[in-house]
T-cell receptor
């Protein structure tokens, strides 16, 4: 089955700097890659997603890139702000027609003011 | 829409007791997922349903765990008997079926088994 690895597990940046979180997946049939943000004590919330027919997607300060050949995808946050501090999870669909998402282990991002 | 609704928000129970967690998906969503979140193992998929039918329960840890979806608007996850290692946050999520798409998560149930 699908396996998703995520790095780094923790990331500390200064306010205004960029942050990059990377994930790799194992199932070449996976075709959907969402990213979730989870603030302390809250539910994971979808912030951006990308499908396998697209190489890059951007939404204001966040962007996601996908390299299907290498089976990895990344989240980029520019001009980080203290409110970006949270745990970020990547996920990959289980491949084929399934709606199942397999999640990475999460990255704790701390933005220092 | 009120989103995915889970109850209770917190549950403290003694080892050996039965625990039932409840979930109401977003109206019109035909996929429902149960996840367990712990510091050590992250977000683990336990089971998911499509049109009220269990599709994949390979993530259910053992026979003490069971899940049902009697209709499109309600699902339960039951642990009997509960053990301290079951302590975790349990999330329910729902989505549309046409293709893999982002889930909407409920607020979760924080379970503590003492």
């Amino acid at each position: 089955g699908e396996n998703v690895e995520q790095h780094p597990s923790t990331l500390s940046v200064q306010e205004g700097d960029s942050a990059v979180i990377k994930c790799t997946y194992s199932d070449s049939a996976s075709n959907y890659f969402p990213w979730y943000k989870q603030e302390l004590g809250k539910r994971p919330q979808l912030i951006i997603d990308i499908r396998s027919n697209v190489g890059e997607k951007k939404d204001q300060r966040i962007a996601v890139t996908l390299n299907k050949t290498a089976k990895h995808f990344s989240l980029h946050i520019t001009e980080t702000q203290p409110e970006d501090s949270a745990v970020y999870f990547c996920a990959a669909s289980g491949g084929g027609a399934t709606n199942k998402l397999i999640f990475g282990t999460g990255t704790l991002l701390a933005v220092q003011p | 829409d009120a989103g995915v609704i889970q109850s209770p928000r917190h549950e403290v129970t003694e080892m050996g007791q039965e625990v039932t967690l409840r979930c109401k998906p977003i109206s019109g969503h035909d996929y429902l997922f149960w996840y367990r979140q712990t510091m050590m193992r992250g977000l683990e998929l336990l089971i998911y349903f499509n049109n009220n039918v269990p599709i994949d329960d390979s993530g259910m840890p053992e026979d003490r765990f069971s899940a049902k979806m009697p209709n499109a608007s309600f699902s339960t996850l039951k642990i009997q008997p509960s053990e301290p290692r079951d302590s975790a946050v349990y999330f329910c999520a729902s989505s549309f079926s046409d293709r893999a798409t982002g889930y909407t998560f409920g607020s979760g149930t924080r379970l503590t088994v003492v």
